[in-house]
């Protein structure tokens, strides 16, 4: 049976002991509650110094081509009617992705280049991936800014990527009623084994890597499905790369030059540049036109890149 000794202050040393535990008990707690907060503090400075992901962009040049129709162009002020044809390979640790395939397939690039129409291509797209290090089995996403000729010419080659496609592109592309203008069957032959792909389909802006350093657009009206691209590049700042919205830095200062209208639907074109110049404006990203050789003649070409 337990017995309370009084001490010499005529309390038992239960009663005697109380004040002390509650004071161990104060502290202990306290010094909990201020390593949660110090743990809590340092989780959240090591949240927001994470550096941005070490995102890798390649220019690969796919020659160029000239103004079917150059006397608007001139008409309007643009003296240099000819334009550049590109593809970008974006390396991202979660992956790569390969930003469309130029305008003649690499079978038909010949050592000393080759011209087909208005094109005229040096390097083969292939053979500029190799040179980094690169296969088309290594890329891990496809996405063509439009289905058009001069963007889609490779696309077959990666079939055995994930495509990243708008739905109303991919209508466009594999439509299951023949169309009332169907697309020339020798683009369409060039993206054909597309149909078979590991395909997500698109309802609008894309993270493709889920960090938000690379996002597809949603950019409608020079196709159904036509899309753009942003890349957050830790060094250079964010970037977006345009397809076709636009083809000629005129098209952003002159009103109503509109020089391929009546391709698409106009008024859908008109919204996704406001779209567009709000992204640009909120992100204060740099536009590269793609198809503007002028600009694109200053840019340092793979197997150089930015980052």
């Known amino acids: 049976m337990h017995s309370s000794v009084p001490n010499h202050d005529g309390l038992d040393q239960a009663t005697a002991l109380r004040p002390r535990r509650r004071w161990l008990i104060g502290a202990l707690s306290l010094g909990l509650l201020v390593t949660i907060a110090a743990w809590a503090t340092n989780a959240k400075a090591q949240t927001q110094a994470q550096p941005a992901p070490a995102v890798k962009l390649y220019i690969l040049d796919l020659g160029q081509l000239k103004s079917a129709n150059p006397q608007p162009l001139l008409d309007r002020g643009v003296t240099v009617t000819d334009m550049s044809v590109v593809a970008y390979l974006i390396v991202?640790?979660?992956?790569?992705?390969?930003?469309?395939?130029?305008?003649?397939?690499?079978?038909?690039?010949?050592?000393?280049?080759?011209?087909?129409?208005?094109?005229?291509?040096?390097?083969t797209l292939a053979g500029q991936l190799a040179e980094i290090g690169y296969k088309p089995a290594d890329v891990t996403y496809v996405a063509l800014s439009h289905y058009?000729?001069?963007?889609?010419a490779n696309a077959n080659a990666f079939a055995g990527s994930t495509w990243l496609v708008q739905r109303p592109e991919r209508a466009a592309m594999f439509p299951e009623t023949p169309p009332a203008n169907p697309i020339d069957p020798n683009v369409t032959a060039k993206f054909s084994t597309l149909r078979a792909s590991k395909t997500m389909l698109l309802d609008g802006d894309h993270d493709v890597f889920g960090d938000g350093?690379?996002?597809?657009?949603?950019?409608?009206?020079?196709?159904?499905?036509?899309?753009?691209?942003?890349v957050k590049l830790a060094k250079f700042g964010p970037l977006l790369l345009s397809g076709d919205l636009y083809h000629y830095p005129s098209e952003r200062t002159l009103k109503d030059f509109l020089p391929f209208g009546g391709r698409g639907n106009d008024a859908q074109e008109a919204a996704s540049k406001a779209k567009v110049e709000a992204l640009l404006k909120?992100?204060?990203?740099?536009?590269?036109?793609?198809?503007?050789?002028?600009?694109?003649?200053?840019?340092?070409?793979?197997?150089a890149f930015y980052d």
């Open 282 to 303: 909120d992100k204060g990203a740099t536009l590269w036109i793609q198809h503007d050789i002028v600009a694109d003649a200053k840019l340092k070409k793979s197997p």
């Open 213 to 230: 350093s690379v996002v597809i657009v949603s950019t409608p009206g020079h196709t159904p499905g036509h899309q753009s691209l942003l």
């Open 148 to 152: 058009h000729y001069d963007h889609s």
């Open 92 to 123: 991202h640790p979660r992956g790569t992705l390969l930003w469309d395939s130029g305008t003649i397939p690499d079978e038909l690039v010949k050592p000393e280049g080759t011209t087909v129409v208005r094109a005229t291509v040096k390097k």
